[in-house]
């Protein structure tokens, strides 16, 4: 069971790191100044709006003697202070040219437990989550070896527990729903009402998630359920979690559960060699400015944090080959055609939809129902299951036709602007959602 949970490891971590520091992934960048932004569960009573637990409720199809194996992720923050030779704070120090100064770090946590399913008929199963905290002391040198200073790192005492319930299922598939509920039992401590959210998240779970695996039984996916389980699935409850199946394609014994929408089967690209910090899959520019920066720049990157020490040294021992590498990749899954048509000449595109007369996106209509829109049709929204997981939450919403897209592969496309754009901003800019037309219903 324990490999199960290992195969999701690479997911699990780029969830655990999103946006722990962002490029130029120095200190002094304002972009860093607020950090800590997924899945912070905070002590009850913090304040500031951030939860102080989380819920993820999905459906397994559970067979007899089946035992569920959970792991609890998350960053414990980690607050680095300096000091100089003769023991005093200092806010930044100098050492053979090499700077150190405080900054927040994430100690990666982990709660594993094992539950048998027949267990858990009888009411739920609490597993505590306890982490004391510390303090580590690191002496700093100059090139000679002489102590100038310290890091101190500092962490506060965790406390929580996770609550792992199930009921049935009404029917006949023998289905059941399976309940998480991650929770901070820390106290406030003093301060926090001073320090706000700055206090609040030295006792936070940060970037927490689970991964949860079943020996026996499959899970059922949220985001593409089938026809019998869909209604059940519509009254699962999920808040500050979202719960995807996980590992290769098919597999449906892993569930990761994380405070990111992703859809299931979630994988990182095999282009994609370093941990950025960044999901947003823009490795090739993130790669390239980093490997611009200054000398000065990097030198304080790295001493910002162990981990952009370890990006910088990724990225300068990268060779030619594997930077070309990030450029891109089309994968023969149907997103790109099988043949490329031939070039006339070079000078001249192959096809010139300007050229065309037999296609204008401003004019051009497409059935719905039993109806044609274009340009200006009031519609309705109904993505179907299986797609873009941020589409589900466009479901019922209403919009106005843009334009009627027919792409070389002869799908069409349907740009459609929604009625409730704050001031119309995507629509100003040109940018628009986009459907085939079995996912549009005309507007009554």
């Given at each position: ?304 944090d162990p981990r952009a020490a370890d990006l910088l040294d990724a990225i300068e021992a990268m060779g030619p080959a ?123």
């Amino acid at each position: 069971m324990t490999a199960g949970l290992d195969d999701v490891a690479a997911v699990a971590d780029a969830v655990l790191f999103e946006g722990y520091l962002l490029y130029p992934y120095r200190a002094s960048a304002q972009k860093n100044a607020l950090r800590w932004q997924f899945g912070v569960l905070v002590p009850a009573g913090s304040g500031g709006g951030e939860p102080s637990a989380s819920r993820t409720e999905c459906l397994v199809e559970p067979r007899p003697g089946a035992r569920l194996t959970l792991r609890l992720r998350f960053l414990h923050r980690q607050r680095r202070s300096v000091l100089d030779a003769a023991g005093t704070r200092s806010e930044r120090l100098e050492i053979d040219g090499t700077p150190h100064f405080g900054w927040d770090e994430g100690v990666p946590r982990q709660v594993d437990a094992e539950i048998a399913l027949d267990d858990l008929r009888a009411g739920p199963v609490i597993v505590p989550v306890v982490v004391p905290g510390a303090r580590e002391t690191e002496t700093l040198l100059d090139t000679a070896g002489v102590p100038r200073g310290a890091y101190v790192r500092d962490t506060d005492d965790l406390t929580g527990r996770i609550v792992v319930g199930l009921d049935d299922v009404p029917g006949p598939y023998g289905a059941a729903r399976l309940r998480l509920d991650v929770v901070n039992d820390a106290e406030v401590g003093p301060g926090v009402e001073d320090g706000g959210r700055d206090r609040a998240l030295d006792r936070a779970f940060l970037a927490a998630h689970t991964v949860l695996a079943l020996d026996a039984g499959a899970f059922v996916s949220s985001t593409d359920p089938p026809e019998w389980a869909a209604p059940a699935v519509r009254d699962c409850v999920n808040e500050h979690s979202w719960p995807v199946l996980a590992g290769p394609e098919g597999c449906t014994s892993l569930l990761l559960a994380t405070p990111i929408i992703l859809a299931d089967h979630p994988q990182l690209a095999p282009e994609s060699p370093t941990d950025l910090f960044d999901g947003t899959e823009n490795d090739e520019i993130l790669t390239l400015r980093t490997a611009a920066l200054t000398d000065d720049e990097k030198r304080e990157a790295r001493a910002t944090d162990p981990r952009a020490a370890d990006l910088l040294d990724a990225i300068e021992a990268m060779g030619p080959a594997m930077v070309e590498r990030l450029h891109g990749a089309i994968r023969p899954d149907g997103r790109a055609p099988d043949e490329v048509p031939t070039l006339v000449t070079p000078e001249v595109p192959w096809w010139d939809p300007g050229a065309d007369a037999s296609v204008d996106p401003s004019s051009d209509a497409v059935v719905v129902g039993e109806v044609e829109v274009r340009a200006g049709s009031a519609v309705v929204l109904w993505p179907r299951a299986g797609g873009d997981a941020q589409d589900l939450f466009l479901r019922g919403r209403s919009g106005v036709v843009q334009a009627v897209l027919h792409d070389v592969d002869g799908l069409v496309h349907v740009a459609v602007s929604l009625d409730d754009d704050p001031a119309d901003l995507q629509t100003a800019h040109g940018r628009f959602r986009y459907f085939a037309p079995d996912e549009l219903a005309v507007a009554p």
